[in-house]
Each structure stands twice: as C-alpha cells, then as structure tokens.
Nanobody
Framework: QVQLVESGGGLVQAGGSLRLSCAAS????????MGWYRQAPGKRRELVAA???????NYADSVKGRFTISRDNAKNTVSLQMNNLKPEDTGVYFC?????????WGQGTQVTVSS
C-alpha cells in the first residue's frame, strides 16, 4: 500500500502565496505521474497540475503562470508553489500519484483565498 501525506494548505489573502507538499511512502516502486487536483464546493474535482517522471508538466489554463509543480524523485515528494492566489483558487487540494497499475490519493488539504 502507498500512503500520501499532504501539507501546506491554509488561509491567505488574494495575491498571496502558498506552497503545498505531498510525501509518498509505503510500497513505492516507480511513480509515474504525480499531480494536484482541487475540488471547490459544489464542483467536480479538477486537475490543477501534473508532472511526469521525466519532469514534463501540464497545468490547468486557470493557473498557468501562477502555479509551479515540482517533484523530488529521490524523496518521493511533489510540491505545488501557488503565487498570486485568487478567490477562485479556493478548494480542497488533493495529491495524486500514478504507480502502474494503481492510482493513489491524499486526504486533501484546504486552501482558502479571501478577497
């Protein structure tokens, strides 16, 4: 089994920054894609950013230029630097990893951006 532990959420004013981190432990063999998703109240969970094992990245259009995803393969961690946060970034952020053939999710961390 694989466990994901997230940290770094909180309350911040619009224009501020937060950094989310996620550490994977347990039966780690070869993690493929690592990513962050978010879910706002009453909305579906959506991809925010993802990074492959070769460091290719993919971002939601709404966060391009403001968020940066990175990973440390030696430590099995993935981070999301979020700058210039907006109220619409509010939601629960979930870490996600893909280790074939399984997919794992963290418990989620709340990010609240006040206007």
């Amino acid at each position: 089994q694989v466990q994901l532990v997230e940290s770094g959420g909180g309350l911040v004013q619009a224009g501020g920054s937060l950094r989310l981190s996620c550490a994977a432990s347990g039966r780690i063999f070869r993690i493929n894609t690592m990513g962050w998703y978010r879910q706002a109240p009453g909305k579906r969970r959506e991809l925010v950013a993802a990074i492959t094992s070769s460091a290719s990245t993919n971002y939601a259009d709404s966060v391009k230029g403001r968020f940066t995803i990175s990973r440390d393969n030696a430590k099995n961690t993935v981070s999301l630097q979020m700058n210039n946060l907006k109220p619409e970034d509010t939601g629960v952020y979930f870490c996600n990893i893909n280790q074939f053939p399984n997919e794992y999710w963290g418990q989620g961390t709340q990010v609240t951006v006040s206007s």
